[in-house]
């Protein structure tokens, strides 16, 4: 399983996704954090290059939107979500269509 999150208020969830992830026997292959600075384009270098059963996105409406058009590329994930802020947004539904899919 891999855990990407921003370096924000998402600490909380992040620690508590790490202690269930643990809980229920999965493993973390990586967890990077990058900071709120980070350039919408730079956000792929965050993603995990192995493959990974379950990706666990914490991000604000800029970053998801940046993590969902790179996820979909480069991460072969079988499972993909977390607490992203603007996937649920209609505005953003429309632009993302069919790579909200899976999500």
């Given at each position: 399983?891999?855990?990407?999150?921003?370096?924000?208020?998402?600490?909380?969830?992040?620690?508590?996704?790490?202690?269930?992830?643990?809980?229920?026997?999965?493993?973390?292959?990586?967890?990077?954090?990058y900071p709120l600075?980070?350039?919408?384009?730079?956000?792929?270098?965050?993603?995990?290059?192995?493959?990974?059963?379950?990706?666990?996105?914490?991000?604000?409406?800029?970053?998801?939107?940046?993590?969902?058009?790179?996820?979909?590329?480069?991460?072969?994930?079988?499972?993909?979500?977390?607490?992203?802020?603007?996937?649920?947004?209609?505005?953003?539904?429309?632009?993302?269509?069919?790579?909200?899919?899976?999500?």
């Amino acid at each position: 399983m891999a855990l990407v999150s921003a370096d924000a208020e998402s600490r909380a969830i992040r620690f508590s996704a790490r202690r269930r992830i643990q809980e229920y026997g999965f493993r973390i292959v990586t967890r990077p954090i990058y900071p709120l600075t980070t350039k919408i384009l730079c956000l792929s270098s965050t993603l995990p290059r192995k493959r990974c059963d379950l990706l666990f996105l914490c991000s604000y409406l800029a970053d998801s939107i940046s993590l969902v058009r790179t996820s979909t590329r480069i991460a072969s994930a079988e499972m993909v979500g977390g607490a992203m802020i603007g996937p649920q947004n209609t505005a953003v539904k429309t632009t993302l269509r069919p790579l909200l899919n899976g999500f």
